[in-house]
């Protein structure tokens, strides 16, 4: 009797210790699986930091910057072969949802020319138009040069005359040199000479091909202007 008494003393004395060990071991394990959750929050976190970083360091170019490009002529090239095709979907992207027209034509080239994208003419050709609706100058001088040849569009030479002329009067510099081409080549009124002359003449070239070349433009269309009419375009800046 003596001896049941002792053990369930042992019992009692040893039962609460086994639950309060229990119950330390399942707490430790649930502290263990939210701190391994946890930690695999932490890395999902700084790996999407990770993408959003790389992403903003990837797109650095703007509008402004592409019109640079283009008024050089250089857009495709640079896109293709110093980017690598990296922007084209981008361009895609801002071009479709119209977020400014320098995509829109930027993506419209690339149709037509299949620069990073797969050639698509009727959606070039559609982009290409849609920016010229915008006023946008290189749309309208691109433009021009279809309907003067007929590329593309059944060609008008009146239409490519009137867009190339807008171009140029809106101060977009490739477009004042084809206007001047283009009086060259009998497209045109000599009642535009001086004003095509003037607004070339008073320029600033972006590369020394484009001063060489409104140079000997100007001296070929000078042949065909009285003096008088070369000094007035000199010294006046006729924009009108």
Not at 67 to 82: D, V, Y
Not at 133 to 157: C, N, T
Request: hydrophobic content about 40%; proline content about 3%.
């Amino acid at each position: 009797m003596k001896m049941y008494f002792i053990r369930l003393l042992l019992m009692l004395c040893f039962i609460p210790y086994s639950l309060f060990a229990e119950e330390n071991k399942v707490d430790i394990d649930e502290q263990n699986h939210v701190n391994r959750a946890v930690d695999k929050l932490n890395s999902y976190i700084a790996k999407e930091n990770s993408s959003v970083d790389d992403f903003v360091a990837l797109h650095v170019y703007t509008p402004n910057e592409l019109n640079a490009w283009i008024e050089t002529g250089s857009q495709l090239s640079i896109i293709k072969e110093m980017y690598g095709c990296q922007f084209s979907e981008d361009i895609r992207n801002r071009a479709e949802k119209g977020m400014a027209v320098a995509y829109e034509f930027m993506y419209g080239d690339m149709l037509l020319s299949g620069t990073c994208v797969d050639k698509d003419v009727n959606l070039g050709i559609y982009y290409i138009t849609k920016s010229t609706w915008q006023a946008y100058p290189a749309a309208m001088r691109r433009l021009a040069f279809y309907y003067e040849i007929g590329r593309y569009v059944v060609q008008d030479k009146k239409k490519a005359e009137v867009l190339m002329r807008e171009a140029a009067v809106m101060g977009f510099l490739p477009a004042k040199i084809d206007w001047v081409a283009m009086l060259l080549r009998n497209i045109g009124s000599p009642k535009d000479y001086v004003q095509a002359y003037s607004m070339l003449h008073h320029s600033i070239f972006s590369t020394p091909v484009q001063k060489r070349t409104s140079e000997r433009y100007l001296e070929m269309l000078a042949e065909r202007m009285p003096q008088y009419a070369i000094d007035n375009a000199k010294y006046t800046y006729v924009n009108h």
